[in-house]
Protein backbone atom coordinates (compact mmCIF):
# COMPACT_ATOMS: atom_id res chain seq x y z
CA UNK A 1 0.00 0.00 0.00
CA UNK A 2 1.05 3.68 -0.85
CA UNK A 3 -0.32 6.33 1.63
CA UNK A 4 0.02 10.19 0.09
CA UNK A 5 -2.17 13.19 0.81
CA UNK A 6 -4.42 14.09 -2.42
CA UNK A 7 -5.49 17.36 -2.79
CA UNK A 8 -5.53 18.03 1.19
CA UNK A 9 -6.97 14.44 2.19
CA UNK A 10 -4.97 11.07 3.49
CA UNK A 11 -5.30 8.24 0.76
CA UNK A 12 -3.76 4.62 0.36
CA UNK A 13 -3.54 2.99 -2.67
CA UNK A 14 -2.84 -0.62 -4.04
CA UNK A 15 0.97 -1.07 -5.14
CA UNK A 16 -0.18 -2.83 -8.24
CA UNK A 17 -0.57 0.57 -9.97
CA UNK A 18 2.06 1.07 -12.85
CA UNK A 19 2.36 4.85 -11.74
CA UNK A 20 0.76 7.23 -10.00
CA UNK A 21 -1.55 7.96 -12.81
CA UNK A 22 -3.05 4.76 -12.75
CA UNK A 23 -3.57 5.16 -8.81
CA UNK A 24 -5.03 8.76 -9.41
CA UNK A 25 -7.55 7.96 -12.67
CA UNK A 26 -8.23 3.98 -11.83
CA UNK A 27 -8.80 3.95 -8.30
CA UNK A 28 -8.75 7.35 -6.72
CA UNK A 29 -11.35 9.14 -9.38
CA UNK A 30 -9.13 11.74 -10.23
CA UNK A 31 -10.07 12.44 -14.09
CA UNK A 32 -8.65 16.36 -14.80
CA UNK A 33 -5.35 14.34 -15.02
CA UNK A 34 -5.78 13.10 -18.59
CA UNK A 35 -4.41 9.87 -20.11
CA UNK A 36 -2.74 10.64 -24.02
CA UNK A 37 0.42 8.39 -23.60
CA UNK A 38 1.19 6.83 -20.67
CA UNK A 39 3.51 5.16 -19.55
CA UNK A 40 5.92 7.02 -21.79
CA UNK A 41 5.65 10.84 -20.45
CA UNK A 42 5.58 12.56 -23.69
CA UNK A 43 2.38 14.38 -23.72
CA UNK A 44 2.10 15.95 -20.52
CA UNK A 45 -1.10 16.35 -20.36
CA UNK A 46 -1.31 13.99 -16.86
CA UNK A 47 0.60 16.71 -15.22
CA UNK A 48 0.21 17.21 -11.46
CA UNK A 49 2.12 18.87 -8.46
CA UNK A 50 3.83 16.51 -6.43
CA UNK A 51 4.95 19.20 -3.17
CA UNK A 52 5.29 22.29 -5.34
CA UNK A 53 6.44 20.45 -8.52
CA UNK A 54 4.62 19.85 -11.84
CA UNK A 55 5.21 16.27 -12.82
CA UNK A 56 3.93 13.95 -15.38
CA UNK A 57 2.02 11.63 -13.57
CA UNK A 58 2.91 8.61 -15.92
CA UNK A 59 6.43 8.86 -14.81
CA UNK A 60 5.54 9.19 -10.96
CA UNK A 61 5.93 5.68 -9.00
CA UNK A 62 4.33 5.33 -6.22
CA UNK A 63 6.98 4.93 -4.43
CA UNK A 64 8.20 8.10 -5.23
CA UNK A 65 4.53 9.50 -4.16
CA UNK A 66 4.75 7.86 -0.75
CA UNK A 67 4.44 10.51 1.94
CA UNK A 68 3.90 13.08 -0.87
CA UNK A 69 1.38 16.16 -1.27
CA UNK A 70 -0.41 15.62 -4.77
CA UNK A 71 -2.83 18.34 -5.95
CA UNK A 72 -4.23 17.79 -9.14
CA UNK A 73 -7.12 20.16 -10.65
CA UNK A 74 -9.81 18.69 -8.09
CA UNK A 75 -7.76 20.31 -5.77
CA UNK A 76 -7.24 23.62 -6.89
CA UNK A 77 -9.04 26.70 -4.81
CA UNK A 78 -12.65 27.06 -6.43
CA UNK A 79 -12.18 30.65 -7.31
CA UNK A 80 -8.48 29.98 -8.22
CA UNK A 81 -9.89 27.43 -10.98
CA UNK A 82 -11.90 29.76 -11.96
CA UNK A 83 -9.75 32.60 -12.86
CA UNK A 84 -7.92 29.85 -14.42
CA UNK A 85 -10.38 28.57 -16.69
CA UNK A 86 -11.70 32.26 -17.37
CA UNK A 87 -8.52 33.26 -19.08
CA UNK A 88 -8.03 30.39 -21.33
CA UNK A 89 -11.67 30.86 -21.85
CA UNK A 90 -11.24 34.52 -22.61
CA UNK A 91 -7.80 34.05 -25.04
CA UNK A 92 -9.26 31.04 -27.12
CA UNK A 93 -6.47 28.99 -25.35
CA UNK A 94 -8.35 25.56 -26.20
CA UNK A 95 -10.03 23.53 -28.90
CA UNK A 96 -10.27 19.50 -27.62
CA UNK A 97 -9.49 20.73 -24.26
CA UNK A 98 -6.88 17.40 -23.30
CA UNK A 99 -4.50 18.93 -23.66
CA UNK A 100 -5.26 21.80 -21.06
CA UNK A 101 -6.08 20.65 -17.47
CA UNK A 102 -2.03 19.18 -17.35
CA UNK A 103 -1.38 23.02 -19.16
CA UNK A 104 -3.10 24.63 -16.53
CA UNK A 105 -1.34 22.71 -13.72
CA UNK A 106 1.92 23.82 -14.87
CA UNK A 107 0.64 27.02 -15.34
CA UNK A 108 0.43 27.26 -11.30
CA UNK A 109 3.44 25.61 -10.70
CA UNK A 110 5.03 28.25 -12.96
CA UNK A 111 3.22 31.31 -11.34
CA UNK A 112 2.75 30.39 -7.62
CA UNK A 113 7.45 30.34 -8.05
CA UNK A 114 8.02 33.01 -10.38
CA UNK A 115 4.36 35.47 -9.53
CA UNK A 116 4.75 38.73 -11.93
CA UNK A 117 8.29 38.09 -12.58
CA UNK A 118 7.15 34.70 -14.73
CA UNK A 119 8.39 35.61 -18.73
CA UNK A 120 6.69 34.57 -21.15
CA UNK A 121 9.95 32.77 -22.89
CA UNK A 122 10.05 30.86 -19.43
CA UNK A 123 6.61 29.97 -19.98
CA UNK A 124 7.45 28.73 -23.49
CA UNK A 125 10.29 26.97 -22.53
CA UNK A 126 8.07 24.90 -19.49
CA UNK A 127 5.68 24.44 -22.17
CA UNK A 128 7.94 22.09 -23.97
CA UNK A 129 6.89 19.24 -21.72
CA UNK A 130 3.33 19.76 -23.11
CA UNK A 131 2.09 18.92 -26.69
CA UNK A 132 -1.17 20.36 -27.95
CA UNK A 133 -2.37 19.28 -31.17
CA UNK A 134 -5.10 21.75 -31.65
CA UNK A 135 -4.54 25.38 -30.20
CA UNK A 136 -1.06 26.10 -30.95
CA UNK A 137 0.87 27.77 -28.31
CA UNK A 138 0.47 31.54 -28.43
CA UNK A 139 -3.29 31.42 -27.14
CA UNK A 140 -1.80 29.63 -24.57
CA UNK A 141 0.86 31.38 -23.76
CA UNK A 142 -1.62 34.70 -23.76
CA UNK A 143 -3.62 33.63 -21.19
CA UNK A 144 -0.49 32.11 -18.70
CA UNK A 145 0.77 35.41 -19.11
CA UNK A 146 -2.89 37.33 -18.03
CA UNK A 147 -2.96 34.66 -14.88
CA UNK A 148 1.02 35.25 -14.22
CA UNK A 149 0.35 39.42 -13.82
CA UNK A 150 -3.02 39.31 -12.60
CA UNK A 151 -5.05 40.38 -15.49
CA UNK A 152 -8.28 38.35 -16.34
CA UNK A 153 -9.93 38.41 -19.11
CA UNK A 154 -14.03 38.15 -19.05
CA UNK A 155 -15.17 35.48 -21.14
CA UNK A 156 -17.72 36.66 -23.64
CA UNK A 157 -20.25 35.15 -24.90
CA UNK A 158 -21.02 34.16 -28.95
CA UNK A 159 -23.31 37.03 -29.83
CA UNK A 160 -24.11 35.03 -33.02
CA UNK A 161 -22.93 34.21 -36.37
CA UNK A 162 -19.65 36.33 -36.83
CA UNK A 163 -18.88 37.50 -33.81
CA UNK A 164 -16.30 36.15 -31.42
CA UNK A 165 -16.86 34.39 -28.40
CA UNK A 166 -16.05 31.44 -25.88
CA UNK A 167 -15.57 27.96 -26.72
CA UNK A 168 -18.79 26.12 -25.84
CA UNK A 169 -18.04 24.11 -22.69
CA UNK A 170 -14.64 25.86 -22.05
CA UNK A 171 -14.36 26.28 -18.47
CA UNK A 172 -15.22 22.74 -18.02
CA UNK A 173 -12.78 21.32 -20.78
CA UNK A 174 -10.27 23.60 -19.24
CA UNK A 175 -10.89 22.25 -16.01
CA UNK A 176 -11.23 18.56 -16.48
CA UNK A 177 -14.30 18.12 -15.93
CA UNK A 178 -16.06 17.41 -19.28
CA UNK A 179 -15.33 13.86 -19.63
CA UNK A 180 -14.12 12.12 -22.75
CA UNK A 181 -15.17 8.33 -22.86
CA UNK A 182 -11.77 7.32 -20.70
CA UNK A 183 -13.18 9.07 -17.60
CA UNK A 184 -16.60 7.89 -17.79
CA UNK A 185 -18.12 5.48 -15.27
CA UNK A 186 -20.74 3.39 -15.49
CA UNK A 187 -22.03 0.31 -12.74
CA UNK A 188 -20.68 -2.97 -13.31
CA UNK A 189 -18.39 -1.42 -15.97
CA UNK A 190 -15.97 -4.45 -17.70
CA UNK A 191 -12.65 -3.02 -19.39
CA UNK A 192 -11.47 -4.28 -23.31
CA UNK A 193 -7.96 -4.74 -24.35
CA UNK A 194 -7.20 -5.75 -27.93
CA UNK A 195 -4.54 -7.88 -29.13
CA UNK A 196 -3.06 -7.08 -31.98
CA UNK A 197 -1.14 -9.05 -34.97
CA UNK A 198 2.96 -9.24 -34.52
CA UNK A 199 3.25 -8.98 -38.08
CA UNK A 200 2.25 -7.14 -40.75
CA UNK A 201 1.56 -10.16 -43.40
CA UNK A 202 1.23 -13.98 -41.66
CA UNK A 203 -1.55 -16.53 -41.92
CA UNK A 204 -3.45 -16.70 -38.25
CA UNK A 205 -3.18 -20.72 -38.30
CA UNK A 206 -4.02 -20.74 -34.39
CA UNK A 207 -5.20 -18.33 -31.34
CA UNK A 208 -4.79 -20.18 -28.02
CA UNK A 209 -6.65 -17.93 -25.87
CA UNK A 210 -6.46 -20.58 -23.27
CA UNK A 211 -4.22 -19.02 -20.79
CA UNK A 212 -5.99 -15.37 -20.29
CA UNK A 213 -9.21 -17.17 -20.06
CA UNK A 214 -7.48 -18.51 -16.67
CA UNK A 215 -6.17 -15.44 -15.59
CA UNK A 216 -8.16 -14.21 -12.10
CA UNK A 217 -10.29 -11.42 -13.21
CA UNK A 218 -10.56 -12.11 -16.94
CA UNK A 219 -14.12 -12.41 -17.94
CA UNK A 220 -14.07 -13.38 -21.58
CA UNK A 221 -11.79 -13.19 -25.01
CA UNK A 222 -13.44 -12.98 -27.95
CA UNK A 223 -11.78 -13.82 -31.59
CA UNK A 224 -13.40 -13.02 -35.06
CA UNK A 225 -15.29 -16.73 -34.54
CA UNK A 226 -17.69 -14.63 -32.01
CA UNK A 227 -18.68 -12.09 -34.20
CA UNK A 228 -22.27 -12.85 -34.92
CA UNK A 229 -22.94 -10.61 -38.23
CA UNK A 230 -20.49 -9.32 -40.84
CA UNK A 231 -16.71 -9.65 -40.28
CA UNK A 232 -15.52 -6.69 -42.61
CA UNK A 233 -16.70 -2.72 -41.98
CA UNK A 234 -15.20 0.26 -44.24
CA UNK A 235 -16.27 3.79 -45.03
CA UNK A 236 -17.14 3.20 -48.55
CA UNK A 237 -16.32 -0.55 -49.34
CA UNK A 238 -16.71 -3.21 -46.41
CA UNK A 239 -13.15 -4.45 -46.78
CA UNK A 240 -11.80 -3.71 -43.36
CA UNK A 241 -12.07 -7.00 -40.90
CA UNK A 242 -13.06 -6.50 -37.33
CA UNK A 243 -10.82 -9.44 -36.47
CA UNK A 244 -8.81 -11.55 -38.20
CA UNK A 245 -10.19 -15.22 -37.43
CA UNK A 246 -8.16 -18.45 -37.64
CA UNK A 247 -7.49 -19.25 -41.34
CA UNK A 248 -7.23 -15.55 -42.23
CA UNK A 249 -4.04 -13.38 -43.06
CA UNK A 250 -3.33 -10.28 -41.06
CA UNK A 251 -3.14 -7.19 -44.01
CA UNK A 252 -0.95 -4.86 -41.39
CA UNK A 253 0.31 -4.11 -38.09
CA UNK A 254 -2.75 -3.06 -36.38
CA UNK A 255 -5.04 -5.93 -37.48
CA UNK A 256 -6.65 -7.22 -34.53
CA UNK A 257 -6.58 -10.75 -33.52
CA UNK A 258 -8.81 -10.88 -29.85
CA UNK A 259 -10.56 -9.14 -27.41
CA UNK A 260 -9.85 -9.85 -23.91
CA UNK A 261 -12.00 -8.59 -20.88
CA UNK A 262 -11.78 -8.30 -17.65
CA UNK A 263 -12.43 -6.58 -14.83
CA UNK A 264 -10.07 -3.62 -15.15
CA UNK A 265 -8.05 -2.40 -18.15
CA UNK A 266 -4.76 -3.52 -16.49
CA UNK A 267 -5.53 -6.83 -16.28
CA UNK A 268 -7.19 -6.65 -19.70
CA UNK A 269 -3.97 -6.00 -20.91
CA UNK A 270 -1.96 -8.15 -19.12
CA UNK A 271 -4.17 -10.54 -20.38
CA UNK A 272 -3.56 -10.37 -24.11
CA UNK A 273 0.14 -10.86 -23.66
CA UNK A 274 -0.78 -14.52 -22.68
CA UNK A 275 -2.90 -15.06 -26.01
CA UNK A 276 -0.66 -17.54 -28.26
CA UNK A 277 -0.37 -17.32 -32.08
CA UNK A 278 0.68 -19.58 -34.40
CA UNK A 279 1.70 -17.79 -37.82
CA UNK A 280 3.20 -18.44 -41.09
CA UNK A 281 4.84 -14.93 -41.34
CA UNK A 282 5.20 -13.30 -45.13
CA UNK A 283 7.00 -10.96 -46.55
CA UNK A 284 4.90 -7.70 -46.30
CA UNK A 285 4.72 -6.18 -50.27
CA UNK A 286 5.51 -2.41 -48.85
CA UNK A 287 6.98 -0.99 -51.89
CA UNK A 288 3.73 0.69 -53.84
CA UNK A 289 6.20 0.77 -57.05
CA UNK A 290 6.63 -3.19 -56.85
CA UNK A 291 2.86 -3.75 -55.50
CA UNK A 292 0.97 -2.55 -58.16
CA UNK A 293 3.00 -4.29 -60.59
CA UNK A 294 3.05 -7.64 -58.53
CA UNK A 295 0.73 -10.45 -59.44
CA UNK A 296 0.53 -11.23 -55.82
CA UNK A 297 -2.29 -9.99 -53.76
CA UNK A 298 -1.02 -7.76 -51.09
CA UNK A 299 -4.13 -7.89 -48.89
CA UNK A 300 -6.12 -10.81 -47.70
CA UNK A 301 -9.03 -11.69 -49.41
CA UNK A 302 -8.88 -8.95 -52.05
CA UNK A 303 -7.86 -9.33 -55.47
CA UNK A 304 -5.13 -7.28 -57.01
CA UNK A 305 -3.43 -4.37 -55.51
CA UNK A 306 -4.80 -0.90 -57.46
CA UNK A 307 -7.54 0.32 -55.18
CA UNK A 308 -8.23 3.13 -57.35
CA UNK A 309 -7.35 5.15 -60.60
CA UNK A 310 -8.48 8.91 -60.73
CA UNK A 311 -7.49 10.35 -63.77
CA UNK A 312 -8.46 13.19 -66.52
CA UNK A 313 -7.03 14.60 -69.57
CA UNK A 314 -7.79 17.90 -71.38
CA UNK A 315 -5.61 19.38 -74.50
CA UNK A 316 -2.68 17.82 -76.00
CA UNK A 317 -0.16 17.52 -73.06
CA UNK A 318 2.02 16.27 -75.64
CA UNK A 319 1.92 18.92 -78.47
CA UNK A 320 1.88 21.36 -75.61
CA UNK A 321 5.44 20.22 -74.24
CA UNK A 322 6.59 19.92 -77.56
CA UNK A 323 6.26 23.71 -78.14
CA UNK A 324 7.47 25.01 -74.58
CA UNK A 325 10.23 26.72 -74.54
CA UNK A 326 11.10 25.51 -71.03
CA UNK A 327 10.15 21.97 -69.43
CA UNK A 328 10.60 20.58 -66.06
CA UNK A 329 10.44 17.24 -65.27
CA UNK A 330 10.31 16.27 -61.07
CA UNK A 331 9.67 13.56 -58.90
CA UNK A 332 8.27 14.55 -55.49
CA UNK A 333 7.85 12.10 -52.21
CA UNK A 334 6.11 13.23 -49.31
CA UNK A 335 5.98 10.75 -46.44
CA UNK A 336 3.39 9.28 -43.99
CA UNK A 337 1.94 11.07 -41.29
CA UNK A 338 0.46 10.63 -38.07
CA UNK A 339 -2.41 12.86 -36.91
CA UNK A 340 -0.93 12.25 -33.26
CA UNK A 341 -4.05 13.67 -31.58
CA UNK A 342 -3.95 13.73 -27.61
CA UNK A 343 -6.58 11.38 -26.59
CA UNK A 344 -6.38 8.02 -27.87
CA UNK A 345 -9.44 6.55 -29.46
CA UNK A 346 -11.82 5.06 -26.81
CA UNK A 347 -15.51 3.56 -26.69
CA UNK A 348 -17.84 2.81 -24.25
CA UNK A 349 -20.93 0.80 -25.00
CA UNK A 350 -24.03 -0.17 -22.71
CA UNK A 351 -26.62 -2.94 -23.03
CA UNK A 352 -30.12 -1.33 -23.18
CA UNK A 353 -32.31 -4.52 -22.88
CA UNK A 354 -32.70 -5.29 -26.23
CA UNK A 355 -30.04 -3.28 -27.97
CA UNK A 356 -27.37 -0.90 -27.18
CA UNK A 357 -26.07 2.84 -26.45
CA UNK A 358 -22.45 3.06 -27.46
CA UNK A 359 -20.58 6.32 -26.53
CA UNK A 360 -18.10 7.20 -29.71
CA UNK A 361 -15.46 9.68 -30.29
CA UNK A 362 -15.31 9.04 -34.01
CA UNK A 363 -15.86 11.48 -36.77
CA UNK A 364 -18.90 9.95 -38.63
CA UNK A 365 -21.38 8.59 -35.52
CA UNK A 366 -24.01 7.32 -38.21
CA UNK A 367 -21.55 5.02 -39.98
CA UNK A 368 -20.35 3.86 -36.70
CA UNK A 369 -23.55 2.98 -35.75
CA UNK A 370 -24.54 1.09 -39.15
CA UNK A 371 -21.29 -0.95 -39.33
CA UNK A 372 -21.62 -2.08 -35.70
CA UNK A 373 -24.89 -3.51 -36.10
CA UNK A 374 -23.67 -4.97 -39.08
CA UNK A 375 -20.93 -6.78 -37.38
CA UNK A 376 -23.66 -7.55 -34.83
CA UNK A 377 -25.76 -8.90 -37.59
CA UNK A 378 -29.07 -6.87 -35.82
CA UNK A 379 -31.20 -3.99 -37.04
CA UNK A 380 -29.29 -0.69 -36.86
CA UNK A 381 -32.39 0.76 -34.70
CA UNK A 382 -31.30 -1.05 -31.74
CA UNK A 383 -27.83 0.87 -31.99
CA UNK A 384 -27.45 3.91 -30.68
CA UNK A 385 -24.02 6.51 -30.67
CA UNK A 386 -23.58 9.23 -28.86
CA UNK A 387 -20.66 11.27 -30.18
CA UNK A 388 -18.77 12.49 -26.77
CA UNK A 389 -17.14 15.28 -28.86
CA UNK A 390 -12.91 13.91 -28.67
CA UNK A 391 -9.54 14.44 -27.79
CA UNK A 392 -8.46 15.58 -31.32
CA UNK A 393 -8.88 13.56 -34.80
CA UNK A 394 -7.97 15.75 -38.00
CA UNK A 395 -9.27 13.05 -39.75
CA UNK A 396 -7.56 10.04 -37.84
CA UNK A 397 -11.29 9.00 -36.44
CA UNK A 398 -13.23 9.25 -39.79
CA UNK A 399 -12.93 4.93 -39.45
CA UNK A 400 -14.07 2.97 -36.66
CA UNK A 401 -10.95 1.53 -34.67
CA UNK A 402 -12.28 0.02 -31.07
CA UNK A 403 -16.07 0.95 -31.95
CA UNK A 404 -16.84 -2.45 -33.05
CA UNK A 405 -14.96 -4.64 -30.92
CA UNK A 406 -16.51 -3.00 -27.93
CA UNK A 407 -19.59 -3.13 -29.19
CA UNK A 408 -19.39 -6.80 -29.64
CA UNK A 409 -17.87 -7.66 -26.27
CA UNK A 410 -20.79 -5.83 -24.21
CA UNK A 411 -23.55 -7.39 -26.77
CA UNK A 412 -22.29 -10.76 -26.00
CA UNK A 413 -21.77 -10.26 -22.34
CA UNK A 414 -24.95 -8.02 -21.74
CA UNK A 415 -22.73 -6.22 -19.70
CA UNK A 416 -20.99 -2.41 -19.97
CA UNK A 417 -17.37 -2.36 -21.89
CA UNK A 418 -15.12 -0.03 -22.06
CA UNK A 419 -12.18 -0.25 -24.49
CA UNK A 420 -9.08 2.50 -24.90
CA UNK A 421 -6.49 2.08 -26.98
CA UNK A 422 -2.73 2.51 -25.19
CA UNK A 423 -0.93 5.13 -27.46
CA UNK A 424 1.19 2.42 -29.36
CA UNK A 425 -1.84 0.29 -30.42
CA UNK A 426 -3.67 3.74 -31.52
CA UNK A 427 -0.56 4.63 -33.45
CA UNK A 428 -0.36 1.12 -35.57
CA UNK A 429 -4.52 1.11 -35.91
CA UNK A 430 -5.58 4.26 -37.33
CA UNK A 431 -5.08 5.86 -40.81
CA UNK A 432 -2.46 8.53 -41.80
CA UNK A 433 -1.77 11.05 -44.54
CA UNK A 434 -1.20 9.39 -47.57
CA UNK A 435 2.73 9.48 -48.81
CA UNK A 436 2.62 10.08 -51.96
CA UNK A 437 5.48 9.30 -55.10
CA UNK A 438 4.45 12.19 -57.78
CA UNK A 439 6.12 12.43 -60.95
CA UNK A 440 5.44 16.18 -62.69
CA UNK A 441 6.23 17.49 -65.92
CA UNK A 442 5.23 20.95 -66.56
CA UNK A 443 6.12 23.09 -69.93
CA UNK A 444 6.00 27.00 -69.95
CA UNK A 445 6.58 29.88 -73.17
CA UNK A 446 9.74 31.98 -73.13
CA UNK A 447 7.41 34.65 -70.80
CA UNK A 448 7.05 31.77 -67.96
CA UNK A 449 3.27 30.76 -68.84
CA UNK A 450 2.55 27.62 -67.97
CA UNK A 451 1.36 25.52 -71.41
CA UNK A 452 1.15 22.19 -70.09
CA UNK A 453 1.21 19.46 -66.99
CA UNK A 454 1.56 15.96 -66.89
CA UNK A 455 1.34 14.56 -63.45
CA UNK A 456 1.48 11.33 -62.25
CA UNK A 457 0.53 9.88 -58.78
CA UNK A 458 1.02 6.86 -56.38
CA UNK A 459 -0.38 7.04 -53.21
CA UNK A 460 0.41 4.09 -50.59
CA UNK A 461 -2.80 3.67 -49.09
CA UNK A 462 -1.97 0.31 -46.66
CA UNK A 463 -4.20 -2.24 -46.92
CA UNK A 464 -7.87 -0.79 -46.58
CA UNK A 465 -9.71 1.36 -48.55
CA UNK A 466 -11.05 3.94 -45.67
CA UNK A 467 -11.31 6.75 -47.84
CA UNK A 468 -7.87 6.65 -49.79
CA UNK A 469 -9.40 6.26 -53.46
CA UNK A 470 -10.99 9.63 -52.12
CA UNK A 471 -7.64 11.25 -50.91
CA UNK A 472 -6.47 10.68 -54.44
CA UNK A 473 -8.91 11.65 -56.56
CA UNK A 474 -8.12 15.00 -54.71
CA UNK A 475 -4.89 14.99 -55.18
CA UNK A 476 -5.32 14.43 -58.72
CA UNK A 477 -8.57 17.15 -58.68
CA UNK A 478 -5.77 19.38 -57.28
CA UNK A 479 -3.00 18.72 -59.17
CA UNK A 480 -2.55 22.19 -60.72
CA UNK A 481 -2.69 23.78 -57.42
CA UNK A 482 -4.02 27.66 -58.33
CA UNK A 483 -2.75 28.00 -61.95
CA UNK A 484 -4.77 27.69 -65.05
CA UNK A 485 -3.39 25.30 -68.10
CA UNK A 486 -4.63 24.93 -71.52
CA UNK A 487 -3.08 21.70 -71.69
CA UNK A 488 -3.25 18.64 -68.37
CA UNK A 489 -2.96 15.03 -67.92
CA UNK A 490 -3.53 14.05 -64.14
CA UNK A 491 -3.51 10.11 -63.06
CA UNK A 492 -3.36 9.43 -59.36
CA UNK A 493 -3.38 5.82 -58.25
CA UNK A 494 -4.34 4.47 -54.84
CA UNK A 495 -1.87 1.36 -53.81
CA UNK A 496 -3.11 -1.28 -51.60
CA UNK A 497 0.03 -2.33 -49.76
CA UNK A 498 1.19 -3.94 -46.15
CA UNK A 499 2.08 -0.65 -44.54
CA UNK A 500 -0.79 1.63 -42.07
CA UNK A 501 -3.55 2.04 -43.64
CA UNK A 502 -4.29 5.95 -44.80
CA UNK A 503 -7.29 7.88 -44.81
CA UNK A 504 -7.92 11.18 -44.01
CA UNK A 505 -6.45 13.68 -42.78
CA UNK A 506 -6.71 17.83 -43.29
CA UNK A 507 -6.24 18.98 -46.43
CA UNK A 508 -7.37 15.35 -47.64
CA UNK A 509 -4.57 14.90 -50.59
CA UNK A 510 -4.97 18.36 -51.67
CA UNK A 511 -1.78 19.83 -49.70
CA UNK A 512 0.50 16.39 -51.29
CA UNK A 513 -0.43 17.93 -54.70
CA UNK A 514 0.52 21.62 -53.98
CA UNK A 515 4.30 20.19 -52.68
CA UNK A 516 4.68 18.84 -56.03
CA UNK A 517 2.83 21.41 -57.86
CA UNK A 518 4.65 24.36 -56.19
CA UNK A 519 8.21 22.69 -56.57
CA UNK A 520 8.00 22.31 -59.99
CA UNK A 521 7.18 25.91 -60.14
FE1 LIG B 1 -4.56 20.98 -27.03
FE2 LIG B 1 -6.59 19.72 -28.36
S1 LIG B 1 -6.59 21.68 -27.31
S2 LIG B 1 -4.61 18.99 -27.91
Redesign the pocket.
Known amino acids: MTAFELNGQEVVVSEDHEHLLGALRDELGVISAKDGCAPSGQCGACTVLVGDKARVACQTSLERTNGEKVTTLEGFDDAELQRYCDSFAAHGA???????PG?LVRAKALIEKKGEALTRDESARHLGAH?????GYIKILDAIQDLATGVIPEPQAPKGVGSGGTKYEAAALAAGTRPFIDDMEVDGLLHGALKLSDHARADILKIKTEAALAMDGVVAVFTAADIPGELKVGLIHKDWPVMIPEGGRTSYLGDVLAVVVAVDRATAIEATASIEIDYQVYEPMTDPIRVIESDENAVWGLDGNTLSTSSYQRGDVDLGLESSAHVVCETFQTQRVEHA???PESTLATPTGDGLYVYTGGQGIWDDRDDIARVLGVDASLITTELVSN??AFGGKEDMSNQAHTALAAWLLDKPVQITLSREQSLLMHPKRHPIRMTYEAGCDANGKLIALRARMLGDSGPYASVGMKVLERAAGHATGPYALQAVDVEAIAARTNNSVCGAFRGFGANQAQFAMEGIM
Open positions: LQCGFCIILCRCTFLEGG
